[in-house]
């Protein structure tokens, strides 16, 4: 039985930002293929307006797997779940799954789902092996590649005909919602900062961005801007207040598309706002360490990061002068 009998096909990328960017590709191709197909969405709750903004689908499907987790006999609990999976499965029934998360959970909820079809990546490939076992379709995957590849090898696997990846620029702009009072705060000479991160890790660090923001400032005669998120206002009050840069005000993530929409530059680690200014066709700076740039690099601008992925796989190893001397060469 082809997927073309299929009546839905269920996307599972549950999270995080950057991801589900790499993720929108190929789903994107997979509509195109099957432009009569239901699709619909798996996805965390903090990212399911974007989701709903950015991703062909028909339907999302809210799950809170951390919050469960550490509320399992919760009746709240039990009454979500319940919820969710009578819907995932009311969807997904006899159709087809494709995990492009590669976990344990994610894998879970596609075999609960009752698709008949589950494709997922090689036990070679999955983050968690265990997750290959409720796969019945293992598409293995040139893992040399960046993951915008892998995202599109499972999309052919399941049908899709789209030789390169189509492009998301138009579907990432739709997210973006600002002000006139936002608009102002992005001119032609704005460098957006980025210095925040999910994990510790991929922090490069606040002398690190406060040295390269007055470098800018005093040598490129140029304005920087440093943005931040929840948890990250303190580390960015800090690096403005020790370079000179501006502090932006508090965004949510659709104004904060808005700003990156139309920064003429960021610099970030590797984190969710680089790879979607890098979907929106903006200029930017990837600063990556523990995370290999070649898989998980910006797409569309992996000759624009500066790495110590080669070496020491340290962010603290990255110097402040190779930032600017990239900054250099992509503001020319």
């Known amino acids: 039985m082809t997927i073309t009998a299929r009546r839905s096909i269920l996307i ?8 589900i960017i790499h993720t929108l590709p190929a789903v994107v191709a997979l509509r195109q293929a099957y432009p009569s197909a239901k699709l619909g ?34 009746s709240r609990t039990r009454h979500e779940v319940a919820e969710s999976q009578r819907s995932i499965r009311e969807f997904a029934r006899g159709g087809t799954a494709i995990d492009f998360q ?7 909820l596609a075999r609960l789902s009752q698709a008949e079809e589950r494709f997922g990546f090689s036990t070679d490939a999955v983050r968690e092996r265990a997750a290959a076992l409720f796969y019945n ?18 999309a052919r696997a399941a049908g899709a005909d789209a030789s390169l990846p189509p492009s998301i620029q138009d579907r990432c702009l739709r997210f973006a919602s600002g ?35 007055a470098r800018i400032r005093q040598e490129l005669d140029l304005d920087p801007l440093v943005v931040w998120g929840p948890g990250e206002k303190e580390t960015a009050t800090e690096i403005a207040g020790r370079s000179g840069a501006r502090l932006a005000p508090p965004t949510s993530l659709p104004e904060l598309t808005f700003l990156l929409s ?20 903006r200029p930017v700076v990837g600063l990556f ?34 930032v600017f001397r990239r900054v250099q060469e992509v503001w020319r």
């Open 41 to 74: 969405w798996i996805a965390e709750q903090p990212f399911l307006d974007l989701v709903r903004s950015v991703a062909p689908v028909d339907e999302v499907f809210p799950v809170a797997t951390r919050r469960w987790r550490k509320n399992l006999l919760a």
């Open 289 to 322: 360490g523990p995370t290999n740039p070649a898989r998980n690099g910006p797409w569309g601008a992996l000759d624009h990061v500066v790495e110590s992925y080669s070496s020491a796989q340290l962010m603290n190893q990255i110097a402040v002068d190779a």
């Open 179 to 213: 002000t006139a009072q936002l608009e102002a705060l992005v001119t032609s000479s704005t460098v957006v900062l980025n210095p925040g991160a999910a994990r510790f890790i991929k922090l490069w660090g606040v002398d690190s961005f406060a040295e390269l923001a």
């Open 262 to 281: 139309r920064a003429p530059l960021l610099v970030s680690g590797d984190t969710g706002p680089l790879h979607l200014a890098a979907a929106m066709d």
């Open 137 to 154: 379709r293992r598409v293995p995957v040139d893992q040399s590649r960046h993951v915008v590849e892998w995202n599109m090898e499972l």
């Open 102 to 108: 590669g976990l344990f959970k994610s894998a879970v």
């Open 12 to 19: 599972l990328r549950l999270s995080a930002l950057g991801d």
